[in-house]
Each structure stands twice: as C-alpha cells, then as structure tokens.
C-alpha cells in the first residue's frame, strides 16, 4: 500500500439544532451547515426559528460536479 498523501483536518461543532459550524482548512471564515426548503419540512424544522442554510449534501454535490 502507498502511503497517505493528505489527511484532511475539519472540526465540526454543533451550535443549536441543525446548525453545525465547520472549520476547513484555508478557509479563514467558518462553514454553515442547516437545513433549507425540502430538507428542513423533511426533517420538521421551522425556517422561521432555524435559519436556512446549505446543507452538507448540498456541499457533497457542489464539490463532486466540480
């Protein structure tokens, strides 16, 4: 087996219910993770009380079309 080329370092923290703040490498701000639209009626969230943000699969889509 090769070696590891890249172990990437991601710390995520959970704020208050769907709302999870992620810090990525290079990244200088922190990342939003929520619910929105479909997903947040899916799972029962109120957008009026959570505020909608992209969710993580949102971000899994974005980075494989890339």
């Known amino acids: 087996m090769s ?27 922190p ?3 929520g619910v929105h639209s479909e997903v947040a009626a899916h799972y029962g969230v109120d957008v009026n009380v959570h505020e909608p943000h992209a969710t993580t699969l949102d971000y ?6 890339g």
């Open 31 to 33: 990342i939003f993770f």
């Open 3 to 29: 070696e590891v080329a890249y172990t990437s370092k991601v710390r995520v923290e959970r704020i208050k219910g769907p709302l999870r703040r992620a810090y990525l490498p290079v990244e200088e701000a």
């Open 60 to 65: 899994v889509v974005a980075a494989t079309a």
